[in-house]
């Protein structure tokens, strides 16, 4: 087999090649001085096939140092992505040489993630760690990212008085009770932790209307 072609594309550093007359693939300047492809060399199917592998590497790595730079992402979501476009063993190699690089860190991704569940969505532990194992997070680094997570003071009691402080003030037979004390217990709360909080602010509600 001989490399009959070779064509440089416009604006990039990529090359197309001919290989026997046809048109045989696009490889990165980069692949073809690694592999000493040029024009005339005699090549074999198995040299092709290391050097498709390497582009199929350089462009996932790429791609994943392209995804990085915008935000983070657990092994698991970094590998779903890339497997769009390259197969399952390299991106499975490229994530494990960001996680080499120090680019990804499942554990530094969770704890980051189980805050802003806890803090500032105001989601209960059981509902944070559904979220973070979602996102391909192992069980016991979900579960220890979240206790790691200190919940604000009257933290629930806040969010109940927001968001449902208006209709149990009209709340005459419980129904509005029970809707908010389900709707905290889909954010992941324990029902008497739930129900303590809806409680106080009915309380509290009570308090203002007898002053």
């Not at 390497?54 to 779903?80: K, N």
């Not at 059981?126 to 979900?142: D, P, Y």
């Not at 037979?173 to 739930?194: F, P, S, T």
Request: charged share 40%.
């Amino acid at each position: 087999m001989t490399i009959t072609r070779m064509e440089k594309m416009q604006g990039s550093t990529r090359w197309k090649l001919e290989v026997d007359g046809e048109y045989w693939g696009i490889l990165d300047a980069e692949i073809l001085v690694k592999y000493q492809l040029k024009t005339g060399a005699e090549v074999s199917e198995e040299l092709l096939a290391k050097a498709l592998q390497a582009a199929e590497y350089r462009r996932a790595r790429e791609r994943a140092l392209y995804l990085l730079d915008s935000r983070d992402y657990s092994r698991y979501e970094l590998e779903q992505k890339l497997c769009r476009n390259v197969s399952r063993e390299t991106a499975e190699l490229v994530a494990g040489r960001m996680q080499e690089l120090g680019l990804l860190d499942d554990e530094r991704y969770a704890q980051r993630l189980a805050r802003y569940y806890i803090l500032d969505k105001k989601q209960g532990a059981r509902r944070a760690v559904l979220e973070l194992r979602k996102r391909g997070i192992a069980a016991g680094i979900a579960a220890s990212a979240v206790d790691a997570v200190e919940p604000e003071e009257d933290a629930l009691f806040e969010l109940v008085r927001r968001r449902f402080g208006r209709k149990l003030q009209s709340d005459t037979d419980g129904k509005e009770r029970e809707r908010a004390i389900r709707a905290l217990m889909r954010l992941g709360h324990g029902y008497y932790d739930a129900a303590d909080a809806v409680d106080g602010v009915l309380e509290e509600i009570r308090r203002e209307y007898e002053e």
